[in-house]
């Protein structure tokens, strides 16, 4: 039976790397048109995904000004393109079959500012189009996160991250020009921009609007501590860190709760903020990634689900991460099982559905890892490039469960503002989640490299959109980390 589960493994695997439909939402599931695009021009015309795609070479720049985007203030160049869907069914361009280099090698098009261009430019952007009949016609723009000047690259993958075709885009940025014309150009620019002496954040963090609003909610000195070490997401929601109350953002408080964390009501509400305070979260599942395969040095080549599952490796003893996966692969549902035992039925192999399902489990486990550790190599480039911390700094972090306790404000606050907790009870898991944290690490500093890195490991997520929010709450000297002390009195 053992080597009939080896034989069944292998080919199962061989089955999920040429992506069978039965993958549902976990994988892409977007027929290929073809073999190899090859090196694509401007102005040439290729054939990509069922769809016939000419990209032009008139390079245009803006910048994103959206007070919901992670990214607000941050520059964005564009390239017309227009595509035709030659196939029989609808079909449309798809961001995950396309891959974004900046000039410097790293990968900038899986970001949360990167995605939430879609929307931030949906009535221009190629990606918000989304599926068209067939023989219809489509002309967009495809936006890309400025970072540095110099060529970036295009790839045009398929569903095993092979690359079909690429393009290059040599871009320099005329600073002065784009600010004359409103931060909008149409022309080839000249030369890259300069560092702002003032940050977008900073501009939203201490304007005489945010003063106000802070004035008339002032909270005691003690409660704006607590409050401190919940800034990441609601400083990116243009909130406050200083005040309990919320702006505009809280008045979607239902919305946000509930298309995020799937909190709806009181129970859930109390769940999910008792996890984060306690850091019984998801930072367990990045301290287990951080410490079985970061900290042993094994993060710079892909796990193989495959190899895994044949080396005996007991990923139980993971069980943070042991327990993710089998969640994810029960996600699947039973049709995906069903699939996955026709074919191999088909194919003349014996299988039971706990052995099938152990393969999906192996899959998502490795999946969970790669993509964490894949994160993690970003989230550390910025922190050590960007914000001046050191690889001993990193490496020497007691735990990331900074990432759960620099959550629990998002829950506390909003879950008031949602009507889903009282606002007592809110503060008595802040003061839980602020003691935590300072108790585990010594600074400011140790906690947001925690956070940045818990958020890379377990979220896959690199944080590369909140280097403006890291650089102001670490640099500026009106930020709440350099006027509150991080330990208390």
Known sequence: ????????????????????????????????????????????????????????????????????????????????????????????????????????????????????????????????????????????????????????????????????????????????????????????????????????????????????????????????RYLAFGPFVLVGNNESIRVFALGESGLHATRLLRDWWSVEDRESALEQVERLATATGQSPIADEIFREFVLTGNYTERLDALELLLSGFDITSLENLYNNAVTRAERMGDEALDSLLEALEADGIEASREEAFEVLVHFQFAERVNNGLEAFVGASNLLINSLGFTERELLNLPTLAAWDYGRTAIIARYGVAAGFLGEDEAWEYLKLAADSASETYSSWREFTAAHVLGRALAFGNSSEEWRDMLDFLLNHPESSFQTIDFKAD
């Not at 939402?25 to 040439?44: A, C, I, K, W």
């Open 1 to 224: 039976m053992k080597k009939l589960f080896t034989i069944f493994a292998i080919i199962i695997m061989m089955l999920f790397l040429t992506a069978c439909d039965f993958f549902g939402g976990l994988m892409p599931t977007f027929s290929r048109s073809g073999g190899s695009v090859g090196e694509v021009r401007f102005g040439q015309t290729f054939e990509f995904d069922n769809l016939e795609i000419t990209i032009a070479d008139d390079i245009g720049f803006t910048r994103v000004t959206s007070d919901f985007s992670a990214g607000d203030g941050a520059y964005v160049f564009y390239i017309p393109i227009t595509f035709t869907n030659i196939g029989d069914t609808s079909a449309g361009l798809s961001a995950s079959l396309i891959n974004i280099f900046s000039p410097d090698g790293r990968n900038i098009s899986q970001s949360r500012t990167a995605r939430e261009l879609q929307w931030v430019f949906d009535d221009t952007n190629v990606f918000a189009v989304g599926s068209v009949r067939a023989g219809v016609t489509v002309e967009r723009n495809l936006h890309i996160l400025y970072v540095e000047d110099g060529e970036y690259i295009i790839e045009f993958i398929n569903d095993e991250d092979e690359v079909l075709g690429s393009l290059s885009i040599p871009v320099e940025f005329d600073f002065d020009v784009a600010h004359e014309s409103g931060g909008v150009m149409t022309s080839q620019p000249e030369s890259p921009p300069v560092p702002l002496p003032d940050s977008p954040t900073a501009r939203r963090m201490i304007s005489d609007e945010m003063r106000r609003f802070e004035g008339a909610n002032a909270v005691s000195p003690e409660q704006e």
